[in-house]
């Protein structure tokens, strides 16, 4: 398995696995059309036979924040680190980008503080809350958890989680 940064011909697989878990209700719809807006964020796991078997989307929000978006495995491939990986390649994204701050929003808390990410109040994110969540359907009563990992930045070499080179973006 490989994590590389997304191709134009990878956003139809990537809308798939995001709403085939947004209708079980793990995580937001997103339409091909966003999909494309956003491909230069995503990152994916590709399987060695081509297969799309994961996605991870990193967006920057200001200068020290990005959240952590739309990560999906596909259902028969769950369990087996590729979440993890997908998150540790993200957090090198992140790191690559000089972003100190990385926050999800989750239903799946425990994967998150696995990964090294702390519990947060959503209120410490008003870019999020005013960019996205105002015109959210579920932005009256969202039930998400807020979560954030901070992030060592330095003049030289990333720290932290790191993808492989075969992983990384260039």
Known sequence: MTIRPAHVQDAAAICELINYHAQRGRMLHRSLESVY???RDFLVAQDTDGTIVGCV???V???DLAEVKSLAVAQDRQGKGIGSKLVAAAV???ERLGVRRLFALTYEKGFFLRNGF???DRQMLPEKVWRE?????????CDEIA?????EISNGPTTGAKPSQQDARP
């Not at 979560?147 to 992030?151: F, G, H, I, T």
């Open 118 to 120: 702390e519990l947060i």
């Open 61 to 63: 929000y200001w200068s």
């Open 57 to 59: 989307a990193v967006t």
């Open 37 to 39: 807006d956003a491909l």
């Open 133 to 141: 969540c105002i015109s959210c359907p579920k932005s009256d009563a």
């Open 92 to 94: 090198g994204d992140a």
């Open 147 to 151: 979560v954030m990992c901070r992030l």
